[in-house]
């Protein structure tokens, strides 16, 4: 792997913050914030006196998420683009860029279960408890699923980053 020299990130295509590459800075956000998101998901999914606690927070944070992955990606690929063609870069872009459809699902489940539990699942069980019972049963696999996704796809965005960054070091 070759040094990132002063050259490279004082180049003008670099998406930079006080002189830094943006990636290695905004990464973290989304390190935190998405498995923080999914835990409260799953919390909220299983959990209903957490659901009720965490209200409108999950799509909340589901929606910083959706927000920070795109800003994040695009940050990655300035870094990736002023690196050059490094192979173990390239992986570790290839599934960063798998992450905003994720990120989209974590959204809508999110968002979608706070609605339903809000607005939706009283009403619904009074009327028909059988379909509450049906879209109860929906959510909860809509989270497992996304939830399962995203945070299996997130340990291997940062698997692939780390043996980019750290991958040529002696051992």
Do not use: C, K, N
Request: glycine share 10%; no cysteine; charged share 10%.
């Amino acid at each position: 792997m070759e040094p990132i020299t002063p050259a490279v990130l004082a180049s003008d295509d670099l998406i930079q913050v006080a002189g830094l590459p943006l990636h290695p800075l905004i990464v973290h956000a989304v390190v935190v914030l998405t498995p923080l998101t999914v835990l409260a998901l799953l919390l909220g999914t299983f959990w209903p006196q957490a659901r009720r606690r965490l209200g409108i927070v999950t799509a909340l944070g589901a929606a910083l998420v959706l927000v920070l992955v795109p800003v994040t990606v695009a940050a990655g690929r300035s870094l990736a683009a002023a690196l050059g063609p490094l192979p173990a870069v390239a992986r570790h872009q290839g599934f960063g860029e798998m992450l905003l459809p994720w990120a989209v699902a974590l959204f809508v489940v999110a968002a979608g279960q706070w609605a339903w539990f809000r607005y939706g699942d009283e009403r619904v069980r009074r009327d028909s408890p059988g379909a509450a019972r049906t879209v109860r049963i929906g959510l909860a696999v809509a989270a497992v699923v996304v939830g399962a996704g995203t945070m299996v796809l997130l340990v291997l965005i940062g698997d692939s980053g780390a043996r980019a960054v750290w991958g040529g070091l002696p051992s």
